[in-house]
C-alpha cells in the first residue's frame, strides 16, 4: 500500500491542523492505520491509531484529549485531527500502514507498520 500524508502547516498554539493520509494499493481495510512524529534529533513517537474498522483507538498521553483520528474506507482515508496545539506538536506527522492486526485492534509499536508515508511538516508558533 501506498501513503500520502497532507494537511501540514503552520499553526498559531492553541490553533488546530486537520491531518489526513491517502491510501492506494490494497483494500485500505485491510490496514489499522498509525500517526507517529518525529522531530529532528529525536526518536519516532507514536501519536495516534485507527483500528481497521475503525471502531478503536488508541493516543499517546501528550495528544489525548486534543486529537481525534477517524477513518473513511470509502475514501481510502485517515484523518487526525489536532486542537490546541502547542509548540511542543512541531513535528514532521507520518502516517503507517499495519496489515497484522485484526479488525478492532491497534499498535503503537513502530516497528509493527509495514508502510510508511512521506510526512508531513506541522509548525506550531508560540
Known amino acids: 500500500v501506498q501513503l500520502q500524508a497532507s494537511g501540514g502547516g503552520l499553526a498559531q498554539a492553541g490553533g488546530s491542523l486537520r491531518l489526513s493520509c491517502v491510501a492506494s494499493?490494497?483494500?485500505?481495510?485491510?490496514?489499522?492505520i498509525g500517526w507517529f512524529r518525529q522531530d529532528p534529533g529525536k526518536e519516532r513517537e507514536f501519536v495516534g491509531a485507527?483500528?481497521?474498522?475503525?471502531?478503536?483507538?488508541s493516543y499517546a498521553d501528550s495528544v489525548k484529549g486534543r486529537s481525534t483520528i477517524s477513518r473513511d474506507n470509502a475514501k481510502n482515508t485517515v484523518y487526525l485531527q489536532m486542537n490546541n496545539l502547542k509548540p511542543e506538536d512541531t513535528a514532521v506527522y507520518y502516517c503507517?500502514?499495519?496489515?497484522?492486526?485484526?479488525?478492532?485492534?491497534?499498535?503503537?509499536?513502530?516497528?509493527?507498520?509495514?508502510?510508511w508515508g512521506q510526512g508531513t511538516l506541522v509548525t506550531v508558533s508560540s
Open positions: 503507517a500502514a499495519d496489515d497484522g492486526t485484526t479488525w478492532n485492534s491497534v499498535q503503537e509499536m513502530a516497528a509493527r507498520y509495514d508502510s
Open positions: 494499493g490494497r483494500t485500505f481495510s485491510s490496514y489499522a
Open positions: 485507527v483500528s481497521r474498522s475503525g471502531g478503536t483507538t
